[in-house]
């Protein structure tokens, strides 16, 4: 019996893939984010505000991540930016290739950002990286505000977490600064953002980071390397 | 439940370490998961058994080193074992800590042993054709432990 050293990721693979996106991506200039969840926690209706409040020349587009049916880009499409539905088929995340294939025929030197929607899933999705800048977890008031006690994976790798459904707040048991505590436990240097999609609450500031971003990922890739 | 997906992910791996090692047979494989992982090394061993049955790798070991979240405090140099998200430093009470471990995904080691003490036939499968095609065929599993092996 002889015993050698094996090296490298498990998801090599994906890992190899992403890596290349992550390349394009930057050559392009394009700021790629990823928005993670458990299903209802409103990323479909983060996006179509987004999508309604951005200006109609805006370089964006948008990949949607379902199981199966083509309901989410038909939601989004109606905002006049290019979007795709990727549906899995049974797969609880999205991985690089999907991205890849989905994206093949898209000019990147076109866009300025790319919205990618997971699949609704607090677990899987955190260990596939796409390539993107930055992950974006999304919790929203009608869950426990222990989630990022019992799924620590997704909260400390997202960079910002948009708490979602506020209007809510008044009628549910939902201590909203013990959930930040908890992703902050996890994630000390966790961005918030609480989001009221139907009232409107907090999507100014939520546009605003996007922005933000957008200038860091820039001003990242200015840098001598 | 993703750990079909990450089982057969190790499956490949094992499989093009024996392409590159002719006349051998993979009797164990080590990998690394960290608690931030994702990773649910019960089920993660259940697919693995899973997609082996019945395959030239039937019987291959799976061994999980699991890796607790692991941080350094900057303040009085220690490291230390982060229990229940507490980062602060449990020696000098410090917070400027930084994580050093916890969210591995990745291969340690392979044992392998030469052909001529495994049974040639078996060994021989192993090592090169039906493992590739049969990671193919599996590479969209879903997550959940559903589908059956297509032979």
Redesign the interface.
């Known amino acids: ?14 890992t190899r893939v992403a890596a290349e996106l992550r390349d394009r991506f930057r050559e392009h200039r394009v700021l790629a984010v990823n928005l993670i969840s458990s299903p209802g926690s409103g990323k479909t209706t983060l996006l179509e505000k987004t999508l309604e409040t951005l200006p109609a020349d805006s370089r964006v587009a948008v990949l949607t991540g379902d199981l199966q049916t083509e309901n989410d880009a038909n939601r989004l499409k109606r905002y006049g930016f290019p979007v795709r539905q990727i549906t899995t ?5 999205l991985d690089a290739r999907m991205i890849e294939k989905h994206i093949a025929d898209w000019d990147l030197g076109q866009l300025d950002l790319l919205i990618i929607e997971n699949v609704g899933n607090l ?2 999705p ?3 990286d796409l390539g993107e800048a930055a992950k974006i977890v999304l919790l929203s008031v009608t869950e426990g505000e222990d989630k990022p ?1 019992k ?4 909260f ?2 997202s960079e910002l977490m948009v708490l979602t459904k506020t209007d809510l707040l008044p009628y549910v048991p939902f201590d909203a600064d013990a959930a930040i505590a908890n992703a902050r ?2 994630h ?1 240097a966790m961005q918030v953002i609480k989001v009221s999609c139907l009232a409107g609450d907090g999507l100014r500031e939520w546009m605003n980071w996007l922005q933000q971003r957008k200038h860091a990922f820039h001003a990242e890739l200015s840098q001598p390397a | 439940m993703h750990e079909m997906g990450i089982a057969n992910s190790i499956l490949e791996g094992v499989a093009a370490e024996l392409r590159r090692r002719p006349g051998s047979r993979a009797t164990k494989v080590g990998v690394r998961i960290g608690e931030l992982a994702g990773v649910d090394p019960d089920a993660l061993s259940f697919a693995f058994e899973a997609l082996t049955l019945d395959t030239p790798l039937a019987g291959l070991v799976l061994d999980v080193e699991y890796r607790t979240v692991r941080s350094h405090c900057r303040e009085c140099n220690r490291e230390f074992e982060v229990r229940n998200f507490e980062l602060s430093c449990p020696a000098c009470g410090g917070s400027n800590t930084e994580r050093i471990s916890g969210d591995e995904l990745e291969f340690a080691y392979l044992e392998l042993e030469d052909m001529e003490s495994a049974k040639p036939e078996s060994a021989d499968r192993a090592s090169a054709e039906s493992q590739p095609e049969d990671s193919e065929v599996r590479k969209n599993e879903p997550c959940a432990a559903g589908r059956k092996s297509p032979e």
């Open positions: 019996m002889n015993r050698v050293p094996l090296e490298g990721k498990v998801l090599n693979e994906n088929g049974g797969t609880c995340h677990v899987c955190s260990s596939y006690l799924y620590p994976s997704i400390f790798k436990r996890v000390p």
